[in-house]
């Protein structure tokens, strides 16, 4: 039941990571993306390929996983950051769907629809959690330096962004970069855990998955991603009762709904969670409270 | 300290399509002053806005500041060229405060690399502390400290004007473009302004170009003025001389 538990907490690590990078992008950038599981294929499927034929010590591999999806986000990224406006957008769509419909149709390489299998299992729990709080950290790092807030303005105001000497698309192109570095990371991970691959475990389900993580986290909020994600992605775990599981993309329909109606900016908005932030709040609650109880006091009297 | 910049616009026109927004214009702004832009709507004053800041490129004609062409520049260049604008219509990073925005237009002082920021180098910890202090000191001198921690959106429609200039202020420009400051506002709040646009050209050494519809603004603040009509300059000179001019007159007003 542990070693369930920590496959569990393992994956969601795993998954955790790739949707950091959506964030960057879809959050922090203010780019729709619609098939960033198709950067997690590129990753998954590179890793592996890498160790299989090439015979690549794992890490190794994974760096080659992450700069072949870094790569194939280049050349979209190139393609479409330029122009004003859906292009990128599909564009990400084209990229999650081709990357699955190659991935089937190659079975030489690939093993097709019937998945790759044999790949060593090289990471675990603490390797991931580890790798999962230096992004984390170095994420937090970015966003408070020069090309961090780059993004930021560029998301908030792209023509006044321009105006104080932003290159926007050179921004767009570096979050977009990041992000597909993150979830080329986290396939690589995915391949040396699970120890095989099937193409619909990067299906565009889950490439809504990840963006929907990061609005229902707050659009803008490093903190409100990680909250949702650790709630949102074992979702499927806890379901797991008899048939329950089925009800889950129900469950995410009706949290939606409810977010967009209760709080269009996501679980945390663009506002970061801080200790020091919480102790601010509770100290004016509070404080509210007591006034209105002396209010209360002074009327009786 | 960046010192003060002359624009020289020459035989610039700009069509779209079939429409000449400018037709063969040609004046000179010099070093420090204030130089006023006025027309009638649709006299081509943004366009020319939009050419100086590279959103345009001109069809015919070209723009130099301190003698170096700016044909060709994209915005982001134009900018770190020392050029700074505001917008007809407002345009701050609405949902950050009014420091970030400050902040986040600091951009050009920040030479230190995506790894420097990684690492929080030497260098980083030094050159933000640097922008940082350039933050306070402008909000302070602006009058924006104490609204620091306001989000920019929420603000008021005078203080987002201020905002935004106090933006362009902090990327150290040498030629400052106001598109409209004073759109919007009452005679009381157009007063403010008048004196906030004056107070800046004392404590920068910045020139400045404004185009407005507020003649009251325009008279008591501009050292020089250039008057547009239908895209061709139509009238240049000291505020007393435009005043007087028939043939300003006559596109206001129309003629007898």
Redesign the interface.
């Known amino acids: 039941m542990l070693s369930y538990w920590t496959g569990v907490a393992t994956l969601t690590g795993i998954y955790l990571i790739a949707t950091l990078g959506v964030s960057i992008l879809v959050g922090f950038t203010g780019l729709f993306s619609l098939g960033h599981a198709g950067f997690m294929a590129i990753g998954a499927y590179g890793t592996a390929l890498a160790v299989k034929m090439l015979h690549l010590p794992f890490y190794a591999a994974i760096l080659v996983g992450i700069l072949a999806s870094m790569l194939a986000g280049a050349l979209i990224g190139k393609a479409t950051l330029r122009l004003k406006g859906d292009y990128f957008v599909i564009a990400t769509l084209a990229i999650g769907e081709c990357t699955k419909l190659l991935i089937e149709n190659i079975p030489s390489i690939t093993g097709g629809a019937r998945g790759l299998a044999d790949i060593p299992r090289k990471t675990n729990f603490f390797v991931v959690w580890t790798i999962l709080v230096i992004v984390v950290v170095?994420l937090h790092?970015?966003l408070?330096?020069?090309?961090?807030?780059?993004c930021?303005?560029v998301r908030?105001?792209e023509?006044?962004a321009?105006?104080?000497?932003?290159?926007?698309t050179r921004t767009k192109m570096?979050s977009l970069l990041i992000s597909c570095a993150l979830c080329g990371m986290a396939g690589g991970l995915l391949a040396g855990y699970m120890g095989y691959l099937y193409p619909i475990m990067f299906t565009m389900a889950k490439s809504n998955e990840l963006t929907m993580t990061v609005i229902l986290g707050g659009a803008?909020s490093l903190t409100g991603t990680i909250l949702a994600g650790l709630v949102l992605i074992p979702l499927p775990e806890y379901l797991r009762i008899e048939s329950a599981e089925e009800w889950r993309m129900v469950l995410y329909g009706v949290l939606v709904v409810i977010v967009v109606v209760f709080k269009p900016s996501g679980l945390m908005g663009?506002k970061e969670f801080t200790v020091s932030g919480l102790l601010r709040r509770l100290k004016k609650w509070f404080s509210k409270e007591k006034r209105n109880g002396e209010k209360g006091a002074g009327e009786r009297g | 300290m960046s010192c003060a910049a002359s624009l020289s616009v020459e035989h610039l026109t700009k069509q779209f399509g079939g429409v000449v927004a400018l037709n063969d214009v040609t004046f000179e702004v010099k070093p420090g002053e204030i130089h006023g832009l006025i027309g009638p709507n649709g006299a081509g004053k943004t366009t020319l806005f939009n050419l100086i800041t590279g959103i345009y490129r001109p069809t015919e004609g070209d723009l130099k500041l301190n003698g170096q062409s700016l044909v060709g520049k994209e915005s982001h260049e134009a900018a770190n060229m020392g050029i700074a604008r505001t917008f007809q219509n407002i345009r701050l990073f609405g949902e950050l405060s009014v420091y970030q925005n400050l902040i986040t237009a600091c951009q050009k002082h920040l030479s230190y690399s995506l790894l420097d920021g990684f690492l929080r180098t030497a260098k980083y910890r030094q050159q933000e502390r640097e922008i940082a202090e350039l933050t306070e000191r402008t909000l302070k001198q602006i009058g924006l400290w104490d609204l620091r921690e306001q989000m920019a959106g929420n603000l008021p429609y005078g203080q987002q004007r201020r905002v935004e200039i106090a933006r362009a202020l902090v990327t150290d420009p040498q030629l400052l473009l106001l598109d409209e400051p004073a759109a919007g506002m009452n005679e009381e709040e157009t007063g403010k302004l008048s004196e906030f646009i004056r107070s800046i050209q004392e404590q920068y050494p910045v020139t400045i170009l404004i185009i407005d519809h507020h003649m009251d603004v325009i008279m008591s603040i501009c050292d020089r003025i250039t008057v547009f009509n239908f895209g061709s300059l139509l009238a240049e000179g000291t505020p007393e001389e435009i005043q007087t001019n028939e043939a300003v007159i006559e596109a206001y007003l129309g003629s007898e």
């Open positions: 170095l790092r970015f408070n330096a020069k090309h961090g807030r780059g930021v303005a908030e105001e023509l006044a321009k105006s104080i000497g932003i290159d926007t570096l803008g663009n």
